[in-house]
């Protein structure tokens, strides 16, 4: 007991100058076009690899880092990063890729968040529609001031996206948020073949997507047949093991010059 309580609070010790000393890295992992298996763009993914105790997954430290505030330094390093390594894309593919980038609440409620996001995209020199800043359910609950945030990012073209719909953000947020995409939550892919249920459950999120104009990519596609019957029903975009695992810097750009992840 006195290791499990003492663990959080040493983790949550060692946040503090990480970034400084290079501990955090980005991977991406790639959105496919379903149907046609060709590279859409990528989830920029935070990896923290600690000096002593090795990778750390995501879901250990970020609840640390956001109880303790240190969420928005890392929320700015992975927005810097991401946007820097998606404006080298181009170069490696003649398709434009957008690149993914998840968003705390904290972030989206500090004072000028959204000219500081978009101050980075400029920095980067990344085109402001290639970026998407995806909103958990925690974001999506407390909307006072981040509905303005959102609207001004709009504005200049950065694009919005619910993360895990159908499970951690509802038909309430698509209504009440400024939305472009929703990302339909892993627990509506995985028996999408074996079950009829499932498979009506999936059709109705992307009926309900298409109702509202927004794109809706598919979230732990595992196998062919998920992708194959995820595309039967509508779903535009496709985001998994079966395209990719997370990849390096290097490893997306080989990606984007391939083009094609397999189908």
Same mark, same amino acid.
């Not at 980005?26 to 959105?31: A, N, R, T, V």
């Not at 073949?193 to 298409?210: C, P």
């Given at each position: 007991m006195a290791r499990? #309580?003492?663990?959080?609070?040493?983790l949550t010790a060692d946040l503090d100058g990480a970034i400084e000393r290079g501990e955090f890295r980005?991977?991406?992992?790639?959105?496919v076009r379903l149907g046609g298996g060709t590279v859409a763009g990528a989830e920029a993914l935070v990896r923290w690899r600690h000096p002593r105790r090795g990778t750390i997954p995501p879901g250990e430290f970020l609840p640390l880092a956001e109880a303790s505030g240190q969420i928005s330094d890392i929320g700015r390093f992975v927005l810097r990063e991401a946007t820097r390594a998606a404006a080298a894309w181009p170069r490696a593919s003649d398709r434009p890729s957008f690149i993914s980038v998840n968003f705390a609440p904290v972030q989206l409620q500090q004072p000028n968040a959204a000219a500081e996001t978009l101050a980075a995209v400029n920095e980067a020199g990344l085109e402001p529609g290639l970026l998407t800043i995806e909103l958990t359910s925690a974001a999506s609950a407390d909307t006072d001031g981040i509905v303005e945030v959102l609207v001004e990012l709009r504005d200049a073209g950065v694009r919005v996206a619910l993360d895990d719909f159908g499970r951690a953000t509802t038909m309430a947020d698509l209504k009440r948020l400024p939305v472009d995409e929703v990302k339909m939550a892993r627990d509506f892919v995985v028996d999408v #073949?074996?079950?009829?249920?499932? $498979? $009506?459950?999936?059709?109705?999120?992307?009926?309900? $997507?298409?109702v509202r104009g927004v794109d809706i990519v598919a979230k732990g596609v595992e196998s062919r047949e998920q992708a194959w019957r995820l595309a039967e029903l509508g779903c535009r975009y496709g985001q998994g093991f079966f395209f990719s695992k997370p990849l390096g810097a290097s490893g997306m750009l080989a990606v984007l010059r391939q083009g094609l992840l397999r189908t």
């Open positions: 499990q #309580t003492t663990q959080p609070q040493e980005l991977e991406f992992q790639p959105i #073949t074996g079950s009829a249920e499932q $498979a $009506a459950f999936a059709l109705s999120l992307i009926n309900i $997507a298409g």
